[in-house]
């Protein structure tokens, strides 16, 4: 298996026929798989799964009984994947599939090194989310002293290896910024592919709903950028 993509689900039970149809038609070699995680839903998505999944060869599904946290769900299918290759997106539809096609388009392009680390950058966004995102990258580069931009882009696809070397990641929003930042520290080459960002089709976004929102998620980024940081020092 070249390719293996989580795609974490939290009661995503609207999104999850179209999501799982845009794999279907995405994918056409057979050496590219998706991990669907059911991540502790609590409405009908693991019915729906169960009843659909088995339709698409190349999409497997990751049972996550109760959830606990975004960044579980994902290191749950991570540990699960069989891919060269391993990665994540988001189950929102927000993330086309063919992202992350595009993604090993450019491993291979590269010549498949195993220090290579993809991630998207999110074209088109509105003015107050381009602020937040420009605020947040500033202050992570200037608390982390390492350049970060648009960190919670999405797909990330590296190296299985790259992976192996992971030491407590966060379980929450965090993982987007630790494995990035990571892949800094670590002296992978970082290569950033223009991905477009629609708005949802089905259900809210689970902490980009409003300002209160945006604040809550800013002090749980904070907190865990602040034990980071001290991860560093020592």
Known sequence: MKLSIVI????????????????????????????IVDNGSTDDTATVLATLAPQYPMIRTVNVPVNQGYGFGILSGLREARGEYIGWMHGDLQTPFVDALRALEVIEAHGNPDDIYVKGLRQGRSLFDLFFTYGMAAFET?????????????????????????????????????????????????????????????????????????????????????????????
């Open 8 to 35: 974490p689900c939290y009661n995503e039970e609207e999104s999850v026929p179209k999501l799982l149809e845009s794999i279907g038609a995405a994918v056409t070699r057979t050496d590219v798989e998706a991990l």
């Open 142 to 234: 200037l608390l982390l002293r390492t350049a970060l931009f648009d960190i919670n882009a999405q797909p990330n696809i590296f190296h299985r290896s790259f992976f192996e070397s992971w030491t407590n990641p966060p379980h929450d929003f965090a993982l987007d910024l630790y494995a990035y930042h990571l892949a800094k520290k670590q002296g992978l080459r970082i290569v950033r592919v223009p991905v477009t960002f629609p708005k949802r089709e089905h259900g809210t976004s689970h902490w980009n709903t409003s300002v209160l929102g945006k604040w809550k998620f800013i002090k749980r980024t904070i907190a865990f950028s602040l034990v980071l940081r001290k991860r560093l020092e020592r």
